[in-house]
């Protein structure tokens, strides 16, 4: 089946950095994404990674381990704006991929 | 155009009412999606289509019905529906074609459904 595990919560101050982690265990998985979603919107795609590694994107950063079943979103000098839910989502891919949410982590960067 | 475009953005509906809702793309994607979203929950996936065709149905309640006209187009038909079906809903789009990127779904701005 699919289990994606990410912590509910998180809170940090601005100019910090914080790391949003997430567990997976999913058969025929192809790839994690990371999506951020403010309240009342819809989720905007934010990373996307397929092969072990960290892939970096401006402020943004996204690691995969395959082995460890393992992913981490990585948020540096943080911005007001980047209070938001971010969500961990697993993707199997056959003739018809699929994602699989984790519940989202509800990050509040504080003043 | 990259973006998905869904109407209503707000609907209030009563149980005996029927509506509709719709969402609409432009990049040309093959795959579109139908999910729910309930306040503080991560979207959980109603229906798949790929290339016109239904491709999942995840045991949603014939009360939705699905439609979808074209490779644009994609229809939300509403009926009988429940209080607890209030929340929002999501369609998104991917490429479904052979390729890197074809993975990434895009998602529309969400239709905010209230059922008194």
């Known amino acids: 089946g699919q289990n994606i595990d990410q912590p509910t919560e998180m809170t940090a101050t601005e100019g910090a950095i914080v790391q949003i982690n997430c567990t997976y265990q999913t058969s025929g998985f192809n790839g994690l994404f990371w999506y951020q979603q403010h309240a009342g919107e819809a989720p905007t795609f934010l990373s996307y990674?397929?092969?072990?590694g960290l892939e970096e994107k401006g402020r943004f950063s996204s690691f995969l381990s395959r082995s460890k079943g393992y992913s981490y979103l990585l948020l540096k000098e943080l911005q007001m704006k980047d209070s938001a839910s971010y969500l961990c989502a697993a993707y199997r891919g056959s003739t018809l991929g699929r994602l699989y949410f984790g519940r989202g982590t509800q990050l509040t960067v504080w003043p | 155009d990259t973006e998905v475009t869904q109407t209503p953005k707000h609907l209030v509906m009563g149980m005996t009412n029927k509506k509709s809702l719709k969402c609409e793309q432009h990049m040309g994607h093959r795959a579109m999606y139908w999910y729910k979203q309930k306040a503080k929950k991560p979207p959980e996936l109603m229906f798949v289509?790929?290339?016109?065709?239904?491709?999942i149905n995840e045991s949603v309640p014939s009360r939705f019905s699905p439609e979808c006209p074209n490779s644009s187009l994609l229809n939300l038909h509403l009926h009988a529906l429940q209080p607890e079906d209030s929340a929002l809903y999501l369609c998104?789009?991917?490429?479904?074609?052979?390729?890197?990127?074809?993975?990434?779904?895009?998602f529309g701005p969400g239709t905010r459904l209230t059922v008194l």
């Open positions: 990674n397929v092969l072990d």
């Open positions: 998104a789009s991917s490429p479904q074609t052979d390729g890197e990127g074809e993975e990434k779904q895009f």
């Open positions: 289509y790929s290339y016109e065709k239904l491709s």
